[in-house]
């Protein structure tokens, strides 16, 4: 079986408090298959591990379950100066399940 794979875009943010923290909130149905999908095999707090490409970037990092009940990706300072991104841009993100 392949990895599962999703595609969407969303909106860039900054998560308020101290870090300056920037995610993409994973919207709500890829979040509920990611959750369907993963059942027993996430890890801490909860999160599970992807791959992800956005533009020509493509890193590893996990996803968290926020209390929104969808997943939340972190978009760390250097993808987000080679892909040119700021605030409030919508980010074309491909995100494929790691551990598959």
Known sequence: ???PRFT???PLWIHPGEGSWHFVTVPEDISDEI???TEGRR?????VRVRVTVGTSSWE????PAKSGSYVLP???PIRINESLTEGMPVPTTLELADF
């Not at 890890?43 to 999160?47: C, D, L, N, P, T």
């Open 1 to 3: 079986m392949s990895a």
């Open 61 to 64: 990092t996990s996803v968290f």
């Open 75 to 77: 978009v760390k300072k």
């Open 35 to 37: 959750m369907a999908l």
């Open 43 to 47: 890890k801490g707090f909860g999160s």
């Open 8 to 10: 969407f875009s969303a």
